[in-house]
């Protein structure tokens, strides 16, 4: 039988073997360390320990690979040709496993990932876009799908697990089985024809627009327009006039244009002035009338990526 002591070649099995077993990455990290600044010294006041640990640990290394990786003087540590080959793999390990944890640590705290916002069409212009800008540029490794969609559609896209948020029209207790935020509001406007008598005021009231012919679109958020308007001018004897259909605010606009009748917007509408129209706030005696919006989500929703965004929606102080 033969003696593993005097036997090279199980010598270096064994320390292959115990390679697997007990290097760490303080191994690698002291190495580098020392080939980094070329002494053990300089290497223990780079990483903050005392010398004889970084000098313990690089011998350590040596002995599992079992051959030098630096000529030791008096002038500091040099690399030998195979410490030369072994620095460059090191350091790409020590590269990977800080990029995993730093991959982790965003993924943790939803600076990546990916998330689905559900928002009205009519919320294409205005606020919400600079929003979502700001957000993309200040976490480019979140992926955001963005989903137009009426109203129904977005609460069940909630409710389904398809969305992780919806931004609608209301209060935060519109949705009384989802977990809700208030956005900054926008005023209501009236889109009137350039030539109509009150596109020459500052601002109309309520009571200025009785008589007239209303445009209202199906698609959100229209109905919810068209309850403000029912709750500002219907009465028990007067009721306005009205006319329903499913075309876009782009159609119904052009329609106003054409002095077709005049028509509720969002605010987020007034820079779509090509059309021929002209928007105007509308007031009653408490001043302009708002919109309020909410952005809405599931309380079982556990993507870290979604406080992000809310943080970016939140209106600023």
């Known amino acids: 039988m033969h003696d593993i002591k005097s036997d090279p070649s199980k010598r270096s099995k064994r320390a292959n073997g115990r390679e ?10 002291y190495v580098v360390a020392t080939a980094r600044n070329g002494s053990f010294s300089a290497a223990s006041l780079e990483l903050n320990v005392q010398q004889p640990i970084v000098s313990k640990r690089v011998r350590e290394l040596e002995d599992e690979l079992g051959i030098p990786l630096f000529d030791r003087s008096t002038a500091g540590a040099r690399l030998t ?3 030369e080959e072994f620095i460059p793999i090191a350091q790409r390990i020590l590269d990977d496993v800080r990029r995993l944890v730093e991959h982790t640590r965003a993924s943790r705290e939803g600076k990546r990932g990916q998330i689905a916002l559900g928002f009205y069409k009519s919320l294409s212009a205005g606020d919400l876009p600079v929003s979502i800008h700001r957000f993309q540029s200040q976490y480019p490794e979140i992926r955001l799908e963005l989903v137009e ?3 129904t559609d977005l609460i069940a896209g909630i409710h389904s697990g398809r969305l992780d948020a919806a931004i609608i029209l209301g209060d935060v207790g519109r949705c009384s089985t989802l977990n809700c935020m208030a956005l900054r509001p926008e005023n209501l ?3 009137l024809p350039t030539t109509h008598p009150l596109a020459e005021k500052p601002f109309v009231y309520w009571s200025d627009l009785k008589g007239e012919q209303f445009l209202i679109s199906y698609h959100d958020p229209g109905p919810d327009i068209l309850n403000i308007l029912l709750s500002k001018l219907a ?4 009721r306005p006039l009205i006319s329903c259909s499913c075309l876009s605010r782009e ?20 820079g779509m002035t090509s059309l021929g129209v002209t928007f105007r706030p509308v007031h ?12 809405c989500w599931h309380p079982d929703n556990k993507n870290p990526v979604l406080t992000t965004l809310l943080d970016t929606l939140r209106p600023q102080a």
């Open 81 to 83: 040709p195979i410490g």
């Open 284 to 295: 009653d005696g408490n001043g302009a009338t708002w919109l309020g919006y909410v952005a």
């Open 189 to 191: 406007v009236v889109a």
């Open 235 to 238: 009465a028990p004897s007067d």
């Open 149 to 151: 969609a009426p109203f």
């Open 20 to 29: 697997v077993r007990s290097l760490e990455l303080r191994h690698l990290k």
């Open 251 to 270: 159609s119904i606009l052009s329609l106003v244009g054409a002095g077709e009748g005049i028509s509720l917007q969002c605010e987020s509408a007034t």
